[in-house]
């Protein structure tokens, strides 16, 4: 399989309540992280997909530097807050999977699967939900 697999972090690959914090990251649920190292093992490429990255929309591989965070201007808070989050996800990487991988908030045509826990999936081209909304949605 060529391209990326999208891998959600909070309440997929790692327990998530409530907001704390963008450096609080949760517990890893173990089903998800042994899936995620299959997937390594086998040679496919992983990327944590989340929301915590905006607005940094460029993929950050390992080892990669961060933006300069400014302390002045629009994007202050955002940045500043996704920069802490990046650094907060390397770090729970490199304990709980033995690697750091790259972490990104954009699909782009390499995706081949997303896992998320707020996704609902729908069938190519046909507008129907395979399985359900989990929130009672319609």
């Known amino acids: 399989m060529s391209g990326w697999i999208g891998v959600d972090f909070d309440g997929t690959l790692a327990e ?27 040679g496919h490429e992983v990327r944590i997909f989340t929301a915590r990255m905006y607005p940094i929309t460029r993929v950050i591989r390992p080892g990669d530097a961060l933006p300069a965070a400014e302390t002045t201007g629009p994007l202050a808070t955002p940045l500043w807050t996704a920069v802490l989050a990046v650094d907060a996800i390397r770090a729970w990487c490199r304990e709980h999977l033995g ?8 699909k782009d045509y390499g995706m081949v699967e997303l896992y998320d826990d707020r996704a609902v999936q729908v069938r190519p081209n046909t507008g129907e939900i395979v399985g359900h909304s989990t929130r009672g949605l319609l």
């Open 16 to 42: 998530y309540g409530t907001w704390v914090g963008p450096d609080h990251v949760g517990k890893p649920i173990a089903p998800m992280v042994e899936r995620v190292k299959l997937w390594l093992s086998q």
């Open 99 to 106: 690697t750091v991988l790259p972490i990104t908030c954009v």
